[in-house]
T-cell receptor, first 114, second 113 residues
Framework: DAMVIQNPRYQVTQFGKPVTLSCSQTLNHNVMYWYQQKSSQAPKLLFHYYDKDFNNEADTPDNFQSRRPNTSFCFLDIRSPGLGDAAMYLC?????????????FGPGTRLTVT | GNSVTQMEGPVTLSEEAFLTINCTYT??????LFWYVQYPGEGLQLLLK?????DKGSNKGFEATYRKETTSFHLEKGSVQVSDSAVYFCALSAAGGYNKLIFGAGTRLAVHP
């Protein structure tokens, strides 16, 4: 089945220690998104890629970076995690950027910062 | 700016009860509207969507109608099951944007036998 895969499902990192979260997709979609969802809150878009074109949301902290080496993979890098970065990180894909196009979500990676 | 407001939860119902979760939105133009469901420990799954006024989205017994005049997209189900227990998010994707989803705060539904 075509799907969005996130690894690992659970990640523990130390305060200030860089961490990378991974997302892969078998849908061959052009767009990949990263959302942050803090406990009991709505998901919030951090950034997205359309092919290799990167678009950062205006309020995404500089501490968060992303890489998309090919169509299938996208990474979220947190350079110096703080306690406030503990959250569920959701990767999503869509065929294109047309409003109303369905986004397919992965299961998420729950990040704990100690 | 664009925003989504959902009724606060938790909503607690007995099995086979009728469900309504209210959702209203603020947006310029004609956004697309969605309901996503999140089961414990999992990512989001699209439940249903509507892309223009008066459209009705439906799936698994859930329905929602895009009401432009009241800027609403209320979720309904005639008879809930224990397996419907989850968090439900209303969301919009603004017209002319880049398909960015703006979510409401979510409504937790608990269904008891």
């Amino acid at each position: 089945d075509a799907m969005v895969i996130q690894n690992p499902r659970y990640q523990v990192t130390q305060f200030g220690k860089p961490v990378t979260l991974s997302c892969s997709q078998t849908l061959n979609h052009n767009v990949m998104y990263w959302y942050q969802q803090k406990s009991s809150q709505a998901p919030k878009l951090l950034f997205h890629y359309y092919d290799k074109d990167f678009n950062n949301e205006a309020d995404t902290p500089d501490n968060f970076q992303s890489r998309r080496p090919n169509t299938s993979f996208c990474f979220l890098d947190i350079r110096s995690p703080g306690l406030g970065d503990a959250a569920m990180y959701l990767c999503a894909t869509s065929r294109d950027l047309t409003g109303g196009t369905e986004q397919y979500f992965g299961p998420g990676t729950r990040l704990t910062v100690t | 700016g664009n925003s989504v407001t959902q009724m606060e939860g938790p909503v607690t119902l007995s099995e086979e009860a009728f469900l309504t979760i209210n959702c209203t939105y603020t947006a310029t133009g004609y956004p697309s509207l969605f309901w996503y469901v999140q089961y414990p420990g999992e990512g989001l799954q699209l439940l249903l969507k509507a892309t223009k006024a008066d459209d009705k989205g439906s799936n698994k017994g859930f329905e929602a109608t895009y009401r432009k005049e009241t800027t609403s997209f209320h979720l309904e189900k005639g008879s809930v099951q224990v397996s419907d227990s989850a968090v439900y998010f209303c969301a919009l994707s603004a017209a002319g944007g880049y398909n960015k989803l703006i979510f409401g705060a979510g409504t937790r539904l608990a269904v008891h036998p």
